[in-house]
């Protein structure tokens, strides 16, 4: 049986035959410029074969870097769309407030990215066992005293009113949604209701959460905040 890298003839009637040229695999090993002239190698004698009229499948080529060679770089990003974290990798306060909807359909012909995913946010309880006319101090009284001026600063001064004046030792989103209501504010809650609680704790500094609590604290900056008001 012929080698792969064996040329056999047959001639038949005439003089007239067949060529039959088995073509090796080729495994080339080394640097950048030993590839190089296995390549340029590979390519002159698939070149010659062409001019020959001989058809001959083209090459296989293994090539083998040596340790010498440049590593793709680390930490590459791959261009595309920058996505929200999934709800499946926040951790604490961020993932209390967030359902996990439907992912949208690639429309046809769109770039292969993964599909969007929306997020529905969970929407608070009204807390029907919250009675604040139990209170130490009347809702309406204190705000009106206080009158904080924006959705965060009325979001601190509830917690300090739950806190202080209701006996609430760990005040949640709920509370929060139930007091809001109960003044008319509930068009200030933002889509994500949570939001103002987590800024007030991690950039804010004004409320704590231990690990595993179901609620938030309001420390002594948060405290300081809420007197200062007028």
Not at 112 to 127: A, D, S, V
Not at 135 to 154: H, I, R
Not at 170 to 186: A, Q
Request: charged share 30%; no cysteine; aromatic share 6%.
């Amino acid at each position: 049986m012929p080698s792969k890298d064996e040329k056999k003839t047959n001639l038949g009637p005439g003089g007239k035959g067949r060529l039959q040229i088995f073509v090796a695999g080729f495994a080339v090993e080394g640097n950048d410029s030993v590839l190089a002239d296995g390549f340029k190698a590979i390519r002159d004698l698939t070149e010659a074969m062409k001019h020959s009229g001989v058809l001959a499948p083209a090459p296989r080529v293994k090539a083998v870097l040596s340790s010498s060679s440049e590593a793709p770089k680390q930490g590459s990003v791959k261009p595309g769309v920058i996505e929200p974290d999934e709800p499946d990798q926040l951790i604490g306060d961020a993932a209390d407030d967030v359902d996990l909807g439907e992912p949208e359909q690639t429309p046809e012909g769109g770039n292969g990215t993964q599909p969007k995913r929306n997020y529905n946010y969970k929407t608070p309880t009204f807390l029907d066992d919250l009675d604040i006319t139990k209170a130490k101090k009347d809702l309406n009284e204190f705000v009106a005293e206080k009158n904080p001026p924006d959705t965060m600063s009325k979001y601190l001064a509830v917690v300090f009113w739950l806190q202080k004046y209701m006996d609430v030792p760990e005040v949640k989103i709920d509370h929060v949604y139930t007091v809001f209501d109960i003044l008319g504010w509930k068009a200030e809650i933002p889509a994500n209701p949570s939001v103002p609680l987590r800024d007030l704790k991690s950039k804010k500094h004004m409320l704590t959460r231990e690990t595993g609590a179901e609620g938030y604290k309001l420390n002594f900056k948060g405290e300081q905040e809420v007197e200062k008001m007028r």
